[in-house]
């Protein structure tokens, strides 16, 4: 009788689970393909999103390719590029984004994915990051300094947040209107300690590490943190993206400065 039982319960949760599913806030997108210095992160990224997900009541699709381009990208609320630059998708996909974000659609790149290789081969792509990737020296502790506290991605950072990183150096902007949501401190670490036979010299006091902007018709969150695959496991990183992501996804949480 318990095992009858049991076996109507484990049915009922099953006939249920899709409807559940179905009511989360927002649908998100999370695409995570491996490449040659981004790998091991992902595993441990994936069930922390999905703890996320659970935490916050969206829902969540996990890609380890990008197949998901091919066919309907509307459902999704917000795309997550995590560690996945624009130049892993095909033509064909390409044109699909564009489309997803000239909709209304979200995106939040994350890291990896503010990388364009060859430049100039998307000039959409690299205006929707927001700034061409120059070089960055090792992995270092800085300081990370709040410049938008009234930006979702910021609410769970301290005014001064000591972070250890990949300090990604960046081009002017390619676009107007992108609002520096973090910055580092480069009098906090050695701009110049990077690989033999590369040059690296800083951006100086104004050298931004996450942003967003509104952006043919979407919203685009980017973040260059997240290297070290430690760092998907640390809570006040994960609240920053979450803080993206919620954005990025409802445009939602953004609180205007007192006049």
Not at 115 to 133: Q, T
Not at 211 to 229: E, N, S
Request: charged share 20%; glycine share 8%.
């Amino acid at each position: 009788m318990k095992t009858v039982a049991a076996l109507l319960v484990l049915c009922l949760a099953l006939c249920l689970a899709p409807t559940a599913r179905a009511e989360g806030q927002f649908r998100v997108l999370v695409v995570a393909v491996p490449n040659r210095y981004h790998h091991d992160y992902a595993v441990v990224a994936q069930p922390r999103f999905e703890q996320m997900a659970r935490r916050h009541g969206f829902d969540l699709d996990w890609a380890w390719n990008t197949a998901h381009f091919d066919g309907d990208l509307s459902p999704y609320h917000a795309i997550v590029l995590l560690n996945t630059p624009g130049d892993e998708l095909a033509p064909a996909q390409r044109g699909a984004l564009e489309r997803y974000v000239r909709a209304g659609g979200g995106v939040v790149a994350v890291h990896r994915a503010l990388i364009f290789n060859p430049p100039g081969d998307w000039p959409w792509f690299e205006k929707l990051v927001g700034r061409a990737f120059r070089i960055h020296p090792v992995v270092q502790t800085a300081t990370v300094r709040v410049e938008d506290p009234g930006f979702p991605a910021t609410f769970a950072l301290p005014r001064r947040w000591i972070w250890s990183d990949e300090w990604y150096e960046f081009g002017p902007p390619l676009v107007e209107g992108l609002r520096t949501v973090l910055s580092v401190d480069e009098t906090s670490y050695d701009p110049t300690r990077i690989w033999p036979g590369q040059v690296a010299h800083g951006m100086g006091d104004a050298h931004p590490v996450a942003w967003y902007h509104a952006y043919d018709g979407g919203r685009v969150f980017a973040t260059a943190l997240g290297h070290p695959p430690a760092a998907y496991d640390d809570a006040t990183y994960l609240q920053h993206l979450y803080g993206g992501i919620w954005w990025a996804a409802t445009g939602r949480g953004v609180i205007a400065p007192a006049d």
